[in-house]
């Protein structure tokens, strides 16, 4: 029997970055892999930007709230994907061997379309990923 695997993303106010990639893992994949996301200091709401740009590609994250990363959570993923969010050294630790650095512009104070971009860098990754995790019919004729 086989698991679905679980990536975990992770941005620093786990508002943005991160739960566009924890949305699109999960409309991509299919059911195939599992994408959850966190933060090291959670906002406290998602970023209304992320909403709209999620919204164009048919998900919803309005009801959704920013979570802080568990030592928990790092270990029972099968990838951690940083997105800029530096980890202490215990929570780097339990992710060691499973954790990639995915670089991407800041979009701080930038309008809707540069969140656009990034959600459009973000989902060749995700793309990308899922291939690694063996899910190549996964990642067809999406979004």
């Known amino acids: 029997m086989t698991t679905t695997p679980t990536v975990l993303f992770l941005c620093p106010h786990n ?20 994408g959850e996301s966190a933060g090291t200091e959670p906002d406290e709401r998602v970023n209304e ?8 590609v048919g998900i919803d994250v309005a009801d959704r709230k920013p979570g802080r990363v568990s030592r928990q959570q790092l270990e029972r993923a099968d990838r951690v ?3 800029g969010c ?3 050294p215990d929570l780097a630790a339990a992710a060691a061997g499973k954790i990639q650095e ?5 979009t701080t104070n ?5 969140v656009r971009e990034v959600r459009e860098l973000i989902r060749v990754r995700v793309e990308r990923l899922l291939e690694e995790l063996g899910h190549p019919e996964s990642v067809k004729g999406s979004i």
């Open 110 to 114: 930038k309008p809707v379309e540069a």
């Open 102 to 106: 995915w670089p991407m512009p800041d």
């Open 86 to 88: 530096p980890l202490a």
């Open 15 to 34: 508002a943005l970055r991160s739960v566009i990639a924890a949305a699109l893992c999960n409309q991509l994949a299919a059911g195939r892999a599992r």
């Open 81 to 83: 994907i940083s997105l």
């Open 49 to 56: 930007r992320t909403i709209t740009v999620l919204r164009e």
